[in-house]
């Protein structure tokens, strides 16, 4: 049973782990995130994160493969008003498709509205900042949007801490909607950029925290020990930054937590980023049934207060 989470200042109300949709049109074809999707929501999920531009990495795709999937998903299933949808703009589509543009904000939501197939996004979160648009022009135009009634909340992504703060104090300045999420890496393992950078403005915005790579691109499943392991998945490349001192001791410690609790390291690792009280709903994605059932019931695992200071310590940077 998911137990659901306040997002932030907002009247959202979001399970506690947010499904992300960068592995649809990827590592799953339409089919295969059909039922994905399905066994989410079955379990008592909701939360759905994407953006225009995923997966515009793979040979052959252009960007909104992911959106198109879970707008077919949407509208075959007619559950439009059971999910809250994330979605994101900003990042570049194409050499005129990108920014912050206000015109660009304008033609990026109807794009994104029509692979969904829906009339609203819950949730629409600036991807990447364009700092040759000054923070006025975006956050008007995204407010717009709030008044035309096609989005919900805004929320910001890979900014910079002070351009967050920048664009709100400039939102609360004018009577406009803040931003009321921050989407941020964060896990165990990259945990310095966030603690030192953006903590604080979490705290003093009351901003919604839903981290990317929650579990470092499947390094804290403990499936990669060695540079051995490396080929076991597409996204194996990525991990090798982990592969030192540091990773080691948090893998061991994961394994110790992991074994008393009887349950996967995987799990430890979203446990330990929900035992926080400034994380919201971290971002984690599942290609198979067995990965997906560990996302579920990670949410079902109480860590003690030293297993928790015990993970903390090992992961000290």
């Given at each position: ?32 995130s ?10 008592d ?9 995923y ?5 052959g ?7 198109i ?19 994101k ?14 015109p660009?904000?304008?033609?990026a ?13 819950d ?15 975006t ?7 709030i ?9 910001a992504?890979n ?19 803040p ?6 890496l ?13 903590l604080?403005l ?5 901003l919604a ?5 929650a ?28 592969l ?15 074994s ?42 109480k ?12 992961s000290?940077y």
């Open positions: 049973m998911s137990k659901k989470r306040k997002l932030g200042l907002s009247d959202l109300e979001v399970s506690p782990i947010t499904f992300g949709g960068n592995v649809f049109g990827w590592t799953l074809d339409e089919k295969a059909f039922k994905i999707l399905d066994a989410f929501i079955d379990a999920f909701n939360f759905i994160d994407t953006a225009d531009i997966s515009n990495w793979v040979p795709n252009q960007g909104g493969e992911s959106e999937i879970i707008g077919k998903w949407l509208s075959s299933r007619g559950n439009r008003n059971d999910v809250i949808i994330a979605t703009l900003g990042g570049q589509m194409s050499e005129t498709h990108k920014g912050l543009t206000a660009y904000v304008k033609l939501v109807e794009e994104s509205l029509k692979r969904l197939k829906t009339d609203y996004i949730l629409y979160q600036t991807h990447y900042d364009d700092e040759e648009t000054p923070v006025a022009e956050m008007e135009a995204l407010n717009e949007l008044k035309e009634g096609k989005v919900r909340y805004i929320g992504s900014f910079k801490a002070a351009r967050i703060a920048e664009s709100n104090r400039f939102a609360r300045e004018n009577q406009l909607q931003y009321t999420t921050l989407q941020p964060y896990n165990l393992y990259d945990r310095e950029g966030f603690e030192k950078n953006y604080p979490v705290r003093d915005e009351k925290v839903l981290n990317y790579y579990l470092a691109s499947g390094f804290l499943s403990g499936k990669y020990q060695s540079a051995d392991d490396l080929n076991k998945s597409p996204r194996g490349e990525g991990i090798k930054k982990y030192n001192e540091r990773g080691q001791r948090i893998l061991t410690a994961l394994s110790e937590v992991a008393n609790n009887d349950v996967p390291p995987s799990q430890i690792a979203l446990a330990w980023l929900l035992s926080k009280p400034y994380i919201t709903a971290p971002i984690a994605s599942a290609t198979n049934e067995k990965q997906l059932n560990d996302l579920i019931n990670a949410v079902d695992v860590l003690k207060d030293e297993e928790i200071i015990l993970l903390d310590r090992a000290e």
